[in-house]
């Protein structure tokens, strides 16, 4: 009685052990995509239905581009303990014991049914082939039958007609069945086949009881450039303001078709490396070489304003959540508007006679620090395109400067006026330089013109520069650059000059005109 006993409950041990461990395939649909501008997370989002004790989660649609399924974010509700998280079944055995799950059943056996209507269809063509081979091989009468030769020919050449044309027909009719059915079988098979866009993991589960769990999993995908941010800079002809009308270039890399899924853009480069940067001993040398840690030209990056900024009230996020739900077949992409920003601007001219003749108009755009700017803006102004401009946030800081163009009803020249060297002493050489700039305003209201020149700047204490009179420029010594504000009247024009002169010993080739000075977009900060 006792051993009866014992055997009754290992037997309710094991049959309750092997309903608590089973697996259960689900396919969450995908519901949020948060698109950075260097790569992609994803988010899944389902109802699960668990029985109580142990049970196996097949994820079987997440996205191929998932680099490790134990880097997916597993959260189920209160009441179910995520064990483990993994690509494969740890036991062999015990995966290839797993019980096959609905729908893998039904496609399997629609397969095994295709295959045996296939080979019924072989079959009967096989047959019909044997019969019109058999007839083919009588067609000659027996000897003997010549006394009676005419019937038995007539019945003969009827049976040959009759039933080759009825065989042929039939094996039109078949052929044309059987490629049909290979056809079905062949996508059948593709449907079995492991789909390469879709990456299946396991989620091992405890519930203490049975019932619904929310699911949602969270992971990231290795994915380039999933979005691009554009940027149309539109200004009117009264100068005021600018609008800023930013769209953006998504495109479904994930290798899932998007059906109503929340896209988030965010416009950063999502750094990988966390880890904190250690500072190199700063050295010094002269041989020349560029492999050491040092700070590079003092004047290769000039910050315009003060240092310490301004506070100011961020205009536009790095985050923009699209309002509405987004449809997208995978490897397909799409536009997506962005909401438009307008700052205030004020229009300025500025005038480089010595690289151009023509005088470009700006717009210098403050509250502009909330942005996130792309690398280049497609520029409209007074309802016309103007050009791309290149933008570059960091070199600015109380006001952002744009560029809108020229503007052909603002005329600059610029004319040598002097040019002589002299000798000083024996050793020495002088040359001096005069020019004139001519600033000329055509427009019917009055324009605030900043005009920039230069004059030469000594690398080397044997040569000497010295400035003449520069009609109240601005001077930056260190770079040799001259600017001069002016306020033209409607039709008003103004003259400027400036001179320099250059001392230099007399056996050195010192080349202080260049001719050959070409420019495709100015940026003076």
Known sequence: MRKAI??????????????????????????????????????????????????????????????????????????????????????????AAAPLTATNRASIDSLARGNDELARLDAELKALEEEKTMLMANRVLPSGTQ???SAELQKG????????????LEIRRLTVQ?????????????RNRPDEQVKPFYVMVRTRQAGT?????????????????????????????????????????????????????????????????????????????DDHIGEGRVDAFVVKGTSAGRAVEASQGTRYEVPELVSLKAGESRRISLPVLTLPSRTEYLALPKLSEKVFRQAKVSG??????????QVY???????????????????????????????????????????????????????????????PEPVRIKV?????????????????????AQVEERIGRLTWYLTLAPGASQRLKFSFEVEMPKDKEVNIIKHDIRIRSPKFR
Request: charged share 30%; aromatic share 6%.
């Open 6 to 95: 014992l055997a009754g409950l290992l037997l309710i041990g094991l049959t309750a052990q092997g309903q608590t461990k089973q697996t259960i395939e689900v396919r969450p649909p995908l519901k949020i995509a948060t698109l950075y501008r260097n790569s992609l997370e994803l988010e899944h989002q389902a109802e699960v239905q668990l029985p109580a004790g142990t049970s196996r989660l097949l994820i079987a649609n997440a996205s191929r581009y998932l680099s490790r399924a134990t880097e997916v974010e597993v959260r189920l509700g209160e009441g179910v303990e995520v064990l483990s998280v993994g690509e494969e079944v740890e036991d062999e055995e015990e995966a």
């Open 147 to 149: 006394a009676n030769w």
């Open 157 to 168: 050449a009827t049976l040959l007609r009759t039933r080759l044309t009825a065989i042929q």
């Open 178 to 190: 059987q490629e049909a059915q290979k056809n079905l079988v062949r996508r059948m098979e593709q």
């Open 213 to 289: 769990f929310p699911l949602r999993l969270r992971y990231a995908a290795n994915r380039m450039t999933p979005w691009r941010p554009k940027l149309e800079i539109r200004a009117d002809e009264t100068g005021k303001t600018v609008q800023f009308v930013p769209s953006g270039q998504v495109y479904n890399k994930t290798g899932l078709d998007w059906n109503r899924v929340r896209v988030v853009l965010v416009n950063e480069v999502k750094e990988v490396d966390i880890s904190k940067p250690a500072m190199e001993p700063w050295t010094l040398d002269s041989d020349g070489r």
């Open 368 to 377: 502009w620090e909330g942005l996130h700017l792309p690398d280049e803006a």
């Open 381 to 443: 102004y007074g309802g016309a395109y103007v050009g791309d401009a290149e933008l570059e946030g960091r070199a600015y800081n109380d006001s952002l400067e744009l560029s809108l163009g020229y503007d052909e009803r603002i005329v600059v020249g610029r004319t040598k006026l002097e040019d002589y060297s002299r000798n000083v002493g024996s050793q020495k050489r002088k040359v001096h330089l005069t020019y004139e700039l001519n600033v000329r305003n055509l427009r």
């Open 452 to 472: 920039q020149d230069q004059v030469p700047v000594s690398s080397e204490k044997e040569i000497e520069v010295k400035l003449g009179d520069v009609s109240g």
